[in-house]
């Protein structure tokens, strides 16, 4: 079958059934989505399904077919560059064992393309699926509303150019 | 991280390219010939290599404990490069290869030793004991909050500054002037009075010559450039983008999968499955039977999870199969009873007389208290990869203990340790439990029957009901106020005792005291676990603490201020936490503060916790948590040290719990050993206090107070004293409110 991870086409022969999870890290070798509870219940495992987050755990491949598969290692634009969440994460000093650090940066990535505003309610809903048990809490909590803050201020200049091009 | 070639780290002097590398021994000189033999084999040498100057003007840092988080591959580098007097901007980090040559004397020594000097009469001997003892436990240790203050401070800081002094030396030599008149900074030598300046690399060769000071002159604090600031963790950016190597991502070229199911009731016997068994099973390749537990190896994880699931594995019938924790902890009682009626107790602390006290007094307070097992649950499940030759095996892994794990596997497999390389990875979380070698001899085993590599992975089941736990223990205290409200006697009886040595022991001005503990063995494995005894006596103590308050009519700040009356370090830390915490200004209806004093791993924390009770649910707002740890050698690290310890000892308050049912752990993954989540964690303040005492641990010291401070603010709350953990197991009513 073939899958649509990180803007590349590839080519795997497995079960249909087998849990996404496994055959992104065994399979395709990237090994930034990590293995941490198998039932749903953590959030080291996300990933992006055509955008919306999902625990990959839990997600035979046969459902990613035809879906554009985004993991870790797909986030940032080029090999130069960092995203922003992952920036503000550097400064912050977000990650201390960094073990879930994948999967929260993916849960941060899908709250802020929806929203980039989110209130201390949105961020706990958003983000109360991922468990990190070094309890960077606090620091995600302050870069996510860094990261947002920065968004929205990129978005506010593109909208501005906008209007002086109108 | 770079990686290390098998041979690259023996040698030492000036390497190929120009490097030069420092080794340092931990007590230079004055070594008996005993002492000598007693450490160094043939073709070893005593020397512990540290750091080498690198061609190009670099500087790699070796350094000998693993990253779990705790930022330890970048502050022991800033100690070294600044008693260096080294450019940060052109440090690098390589983490000592799991060898003999790495094991920890340093830590070895602090732990014996603490910090006090030892006096030069007993070096040869004091020497011998230690390397001989770190010698024969492997220890390469990652734990005890130790890294900074025995690492750090024993071989990282004298190992920079012994190369800083025989580079001077050099360069003194080199241009014929005294080395007075020299200048070092950001690596380089300079002469200012001929206008000269060269970097370190140019004067390594002479330097590798001249002999290193034994006792080089550490830098004051106040000399401190890179010591004490916050640069960024060289380990921060590969944990953003998913290029970090933890031991689950280990990928070798033929590598297959293991899955395992363990006898669920510790120490039962699997029974051998026929290797037929999986005859039908495609990409299931064989059925590896160990002694507790059955393996098998497939193509993929997912398959040999399956498979596992699907065979029918049957385990022997053991002592054990009925016990349940109520079991245990009747045990406990009975023993604790009979070592009292027998006065066979072991003492931990006795001072004065609190029979004489209690017999006198009219204010006596009893209370009993209790904490259940608790697993380590890290984010990272157990695993390890292991290649077994006829020659050698090497496994790769995120260990705690590297060394120990070698010596672990080479028993197994009946090898040399030599024989053994253990590649360490990044561990994604340890807390303890990873320095148990457990899943590595299990790796090792199943490897031995194939000629490929094969990586062990376990479930988050396996993970939650095969681990070695904090245990369940019960707190008895008797004490008595006098009618000034002062405790004149504390009895305190517990069972076990392990780490650290103050755990039990109260800072508190108490004349008469009687500590003591007794030994009762169960089936349940034991393990370290984050901030190990600390975790629950810092409970126990300050909670009774507490209770103490209440009797006596006092606020619980006063109440332990009045009793700190010959330990100003510590009430230091308690006055600025209260007063950080506004302590004694009024709360809404259904708000409560909590107060906590604890010392651990050498560092003094104080914790206020500020929480509501919601509808009859807990909520925890604010904590606010005042640490001495003498020194703060990278305060953003330590502080994301503290802020973690409390969420970590938080989980553990609020729902830690492992029961035993039929010998066996109850709980199997984290929808029944739950965890604190983003909407759970607390606002956390911290403050660091810096006196010139011994530096003090990181990694655990906050943990303990958490627990007595969200109690003793549920009591202020609502009335109800929480003497059992965890505290989702009480109904929280906040209209039973009692206090003013």
């Known amino acids: 079958m073939k899958l649509n991870i990180n803007n590349r086409i590839l080519e795997v022969d497995v079960d249909p059934a087998t849990p996404l999870l496994w055959v992104i890290r065994e399979q395709l070798e990237l090994t930034g989505t990590k293995f941490g509870c198998g039932i749903g219940q953590c959030g080291a495992c996300t990933v992006h399904l055509d955008g919306q987050p999902i625990r990959s755990c839990l997600t035979p491949v046969q459902q990613a077919i035809d879906k554009e598969i985004t993991t870790i290692e797909g986030i940032a634009p080029n090999d130069n560059e960092w995203h922003i969440i992952q920036e503000i994460w550097i400064e912050e000093q977000v990650p201390q064992c960094g073990y879930c650090q994948s999967g929260q940066i993916m849960s941060v990535h899908a709250l802020l393309t929806n929203n980039t505003s989110p209130t201390d309610k949105d961020i706990d809903e958003a983000m109360s699926g991922n468990i990190c048990r070094c309890g960077t809490y606090p620091r995600v909590r302050k870069g996510i509303k860094r990261a947002a803050a920065t968004l929205a201020a990129a978005s506010n200049t593109i909208k501005g150019n906008n209007g002086e091009v109108d | ?740």
């Open chain 2, 1 to 740: 991280m770079g990686k290390w070639t098998r041979r690259a780290f023996i040698t030492t002097g000036v390497l190929s390219g120009g490097a030069l590398i420092i080794g340092v021994a931990i007590r230079p000189g004055n070594r008996a010939d005993k002492v000598k033999d007693l450490i160094a084999g043939e073709g070893d040498t005593v020397l512990n290599i540290w750091l080498k100057v690198n061609a190009d003007n670099t500087i790699t840092v070796i350094v000998p404990h693993a990253e779990m988080g705790q930022g330890v591959h970048t502050t022991l580098p800033m100690m070294l490069a600044d008693e260096m007097d080294a450019d940060w901007k052109n440090i690098k980090m390589l983490e000592a290869p799991g060898n003999k040559e790495y094991a920890n004397y340093a830590m070895g020594k602090g732990f014996l030793m603490g910090p006090k000097d030892i006096p030069s009469i007993l070096i040869g001997t004091v020497d011998g004991f230690f390397l001989t003892a770190t010698k024969q436990i492997s220890l390469q240790m990652t734990g005890g909050s130790s890294s900074v203050r025995f690492t750090g401070m024993f071989a990282m800081r004298v190992a920079g500054a012994a190369a800083r002094s025989v580079l001077l030396e050099a360069a003194s030599e080199e241009w014929e002037v005294a080395a007075e008149e020299l200048v070092v900074k950001n690596s380089t030598i300079s002469h200012p009075a001929s206008n000269r300046m060269a970097p370190f690399a140019s004067f390594v060769v002479k330097a590798a010559n001249l002999s290193q000071p034994a006792k080089p002159r550490l830098k004051t604090s106040e000399e401190f450039t890179i010591m004490g600031t916050s640069p960024p963790r060289f380990d921060i950016p590969s944990k953003v983008d998913g290029t970090a190597n933890f031991g689950i991502d280990v990928v070798l070229p033929n590598m297959k999968y293991a899955a395992i199911k363990a006898s669920p009731v510790f120490g039962a016997k699997a029974k051998p499955l026929e290797a037929s068994a999986i005859k039908d099973m495609p990409g299931v390749h064989k059925i590896v039977n160990l002694e507790g537990a059955i393996a098998v190896i497939a193509d993929g994880y997912w398959l040999a999870k399956k498979a596992i699931n699907t065979l029918p594995i049957e385990f022997d019938k053991s002592d054990h199969d009925t016990v349940g924790l109520n079991d245990i902890y009747d045990k406990y009682l009975r023993d604790m009873d009979s070592a009292i009626a027998e006065g066979n107790e072991e003492k931990d602390v006795k001072k004065g007389s609190i029979k004489d006290i209690f017999k006198e007094a009219t204010n006596v307070i009893q209370a009993e208290y209790r904490v259940p097992y608790l697993a380590h649950a890290t984010m990272e499940p157990m695993n390890c990869t292991a290649l077994v030759k006829e020659d050698g095996c090497e496994i790769w892994v995120g260990s705690q203990n590297p060394l120990g794990f070698a010596n672990s596997v080479a028993e197994v497999l009946d090898m040399d340790t030599e024989k053994v390389l253990v590649h360490n990875q990044y561990l994604g979380g340890g807390f303890g439990r990873r320095s148990v070698p457990d899943v590595a001899i299990q790796a090792a085993l199943i490897a031995k029957e194939v000629d490929y590599p094969v990586k062990l992975i376990w479930s988050r089941e396996d993970d939650i009901r095969q681990d070695h736990y904090r245990e369940a223990n019960i707190s008895r205290f008797k004490a008595s106020l006098n009618d000034k409200g002062q405790i004149s006697a504390w009895n305190n009886q517990f069972v076990f005792k392990h780490d650290p040595e103050e755990a039990p022991h109260i800072p508190y001005g108490v004349e008469n005291q009687f500590i003591h503990y007794t030994n009762s063995e169960t089936h349940v494995p034991w393990g370290y676990w984050r901030s190990v005894d600390s975790s629950m006596h810092a409970f126990f103590t300050e909670s009774f603490m507490d209770e103490l308050a209440f009797k006596a009519n006092k606020d619980p700040y006063q109440f332990r201020r009045d009793h700190l009356t010959n330990a100003p370090r510590f009430l230091k830390v308690l006055d600025l936490a209260a007063e950080k915490a506004n302590w004694g200004e009024a709360l809404p209806a259904r708000w409560g503060r909590g107060i906590s004093l604890h010392q651990s791993f050498g560092t003094i924390v104080a914790q206020v916790a500020e929480i509501e009770i919601v509808d009859d649910q807990l909520k925890v707002h604010r904590v606010v948590c005042v640490a001495d740890p003498g020194y703060a050698f990278h305060p953003d690290g330590f502080t994301a040290q503290m802020e973690s310890g409390i969420v970590f000892g938080l989980t553990a308050a609020l729902y830690g719990e492992i029961t035993i049912e039929n010998g066996a752990v109850k709980q199997s993954n984290f929808h029944d050993y739950q965890m604190v989540r983003m909407h759970e964690s607390p606002k956390i303040e911290t403050y660091i206090v810096t006196s010139d005492n011994w530096p003090g641990g990181a990694g655990e010291p906050s943990t303990p107070g958490i627990a007595p401070a969200l109690a003793n603010a549920i009591f202020n709350a609502t009335g109800i004293r929480i003497r059992e953990l965890p505290v989702k197991n009480h109904e929280l009513k906040a209209d039973s409110k009692i206090l003013g």
